[in-house]
């Protein structure tokens, strides 16, 4: 699809050609039957220039393509008004770049957004403790809290003050969905006051896409999504919403493992192979519980959450199963990973998730 807008977009500009050959008479053009002067052929040569310019954006996916393109259809279309009588059919293209141009700037504007939200995320963190987390720093931690730390290295590592998770994931946005959705995620989480912000970029089909952003932040929870950057499928706020986002900050601790000694968190022992994490931050409070394998890797995080922020919505059983590990500067964290809501008629995993890069203690939004 992409390769064929490209090619609308390079005929259409090359066509505007035409108005200079003919307004500078470098050749007849029998196509053309209105008389174009010099002035009017410098316009048409200018939206040659203009849309080749912006094709070549578009080609490399620059965030400043929608602008470019924006400015050609404008010329464009004013050109093709006053030679209506042949330039007609241009409003075709013209509009067919209009509307990739507006997605494209809903896009850009989604993305500014984010970047704010993140920046405002990672400041809070005014200092980096300059402090390695030592095996006396476990003492008051449940035994499989404490193998599982230790196992997985970062003990003698510098404590996180926050982290870059950079993600691929199949999605499902409902149970009777059949079809995987294929996105491309950022996750940036904060520690020391806790937060995170999840952006997420899914493809429904080479037409429909949607962006969603999750927020924790002061406690809070939101939830938006956006048909093609540009209209509100979901944009919600709420206790139940806060309690769920709540929980799942806590599944964070899975990338970074120095959050459990988070003096928001308290934990209690199940038995040898789990540990129940409650935290209570800004008057929001949840639980979830860690299940570890003999070798001390978590297997699991479950939590009671509620699934939607709808008045009547209930609490079911979530469940983060974990497939794969793979260590990241030096510290073992899992990178495959399936996400189930346990539904009172059957078990919905709506998420397969792939962790691609992780990084710590860089105050980076870009």
């Known amino acids: ?51 080749l310019t912006y094709g070549s954006l578009h080609l490399l996916n ?32 013209n509009s067919i770049i209009l509307v990739v141009s507006i997605v494209s700037f809903g896009y850009y504007n989604f993305q500014k957004v984010i970047q704010q939200e993140t920046t405002q995320l990672l400041n809070k963190n005014v200092t980096i403790e300059n402090r390695t987390l030592l095996e006396s720093d ?25 982290g870059k998770v950079t993600q691929v994931a199949e999605m499902q946005m409902k149970p009777e969905q059949d079809n995987w959705l294929t996105a491309t995620a950022i996750q940036y989480t904060s520690i020391d006051n806790p937060g995170f912000i999840w952006s997420v970029d899914a493809r429904m089909n080479s037409l429909l896409h949607f962006q969603g952003r999750d927020k924790f932040e002061d406690g809070k929870g939101e939830m938006l999504i956006k048909l093609n950057s540009l209209f509100n499928i979901v ?22 493992p120095s959050l459990a000694l988070s003096s928001y968190i308290t934990w209690e022992q199940l038995d040898e192979n789990k540990a129940k994490a409650t935290m209570t931050y800004k008057g929001t409070s949840g639980s979830g519980t860690f299940h570890f394998n003999s070798n001390g890797d ?5 939590a009671l959450r509620y699934k939607g922020n709808e008045i009547d919505a209930k609490r079911h ?26 539904l009172d008629d059957r078990d919905w995993t709506w998420l397969k998730l792939e962790v691609t890069d992780i990084s710590y203690n860089k105050n980076t939004s870009h």
Do not use: C
């Open 235 to 256: 944009n919600e706020r709420g206790e139940k919403l806060d309690e769920g986002t709540l929980q799942r900050y806590l599944g964070e601790m899975v990338w970074f």
């Open 1 to 51: 699809m992409k390769v064929i807008f490209l090619i609308i977009v390079l005929i259409h500009g090359l066509i505007h050609l035409l108005g200079f050959v003919k307004g500078f008479e470098l050749r007849e053009v029998k196509e053309l039957t209105l008389p174009i002067s010099k002035p009017m052929g410098v316009g048409w040569l200018t939206s040659t220039f203009l849309f």
């Open 138 to 162: 476990l003492t008051n931690l449940p035994e499989p809290v404490k193998k599982w730390l230790k196992n997985s290295g970062v003990i003698g590592k510098p404590l996180i003050s926050y």
């Open 317 to 342: 059983d979530w469940e983060m199963n974990i497939l794969d590990y793979k260590s990241f500067e030096g510290i073992k964290v899992p990178t495959k990973m399936t996400s189930t809501w346990k």
């Open 62 to 93: 620059s965030k400043y393509a929608w602008l470019i393109g924006l400015v050609a259809v404008i010329l464009s279309q004013v050109l093709i008004i006053f030679f209506w009588k042949d330039a007609k059919f241009g409003t075709i293209p």
């Open 298 to 302: 978590i297997t699991k995080y479950s």
